[in-house]
């Protein structure tokens, strides 16, 4: 009888070993670029270059980062990013762009490197701030240039987007969402002349 306690004992150790031992699978996440023709502002023809897009240093990783309290952030090894967001977030908005301005000659300066633009477009995201299951927040600031160095605009925007939920799925959604702001902004200002 103890012999076969000891094998039942071994056996569900070692089942409940092997369940100990199993990593749950991350979650991938892509954003998407919203713009459709119902964004359209202006059909802008002009050869436009996005020379950069920066982003905060806090979200260039894989993991999505969630701020817990003005000074306490958490990363999520489990929910990540399909691609590196300093470069998927320039293409978002250059998608965006192109959608809006209806122009599909809106291009990022590491696709054609040598091009020569009519304009040229810098974006630093100084600010992204996801608050699970309240805000996300964005700030940004750009210049506008000449593609012969002639004329030039600066601008900012400040976009919040509620979140739906507390997951990451909503997190996700929320930063195409500013994203689709920040890029509708920066078509509107393409449409002011620009100052010598």
């Known amino acids: 009888m103890n012999k076969k306690l000891l094998a039942l004992a071994l056996g569900l150790s070692a089942v409940l070993l092997s369940a100990c031992g199993t990593t749950p699978s991350a979650k991938l996440y892509r954003l998407s670029a919203d713009a459709d023709q119902g964004h359209r ?3 802008d023809k002009r ?3 996005i020379t950069a897009v920066r982003i905060p240093a806090l979200w260039d990783r894989p993991q999505i980062v969630l701020s817990k309290s003005a000074n306490e952030v958490t990363l999520s090894e489990f929910n990540r990013w399909a691609e ?3 470069s998927d977030i320039p293409r978002i908005v250059a998608r965006n762009l192109s959608q809006i301005l209806d122009n599909p000659m809106i291009w990022l300066r590491e696709d054609f490197a040598g091009a020569k633009p009519d304009v040229r477009v810098l974006i630093s995201i100084q600010q992204l701030d996801a608050v699970a299951g309240e805000r996300l927040r964005l700030e940004a600031t750009w210049l506008i240039r000449a593609g012969d160095g002639s004329a030039s605009r600066v601008g900012n925007v ?6 739906a ?3 990451h799925e909503a997190v996700v959604k929320a930063t195409s969402r500013v994203l689709l702001g920040l890029s509708q902004a920066v078509a509107k200002a393409l449409q002011e002349p620009l100052e010598r």
């Open 47 to 49: 050869h436009i270059e």
């Open 158 to 163: 400040a976009i919040s987007e509620p979140l």
């Open 84 to 86: 590196p967001l300093k």
């Open 165 to 167: 939920d507390a997951s």
């Open 41 to 43: 502002v202006a059909s």
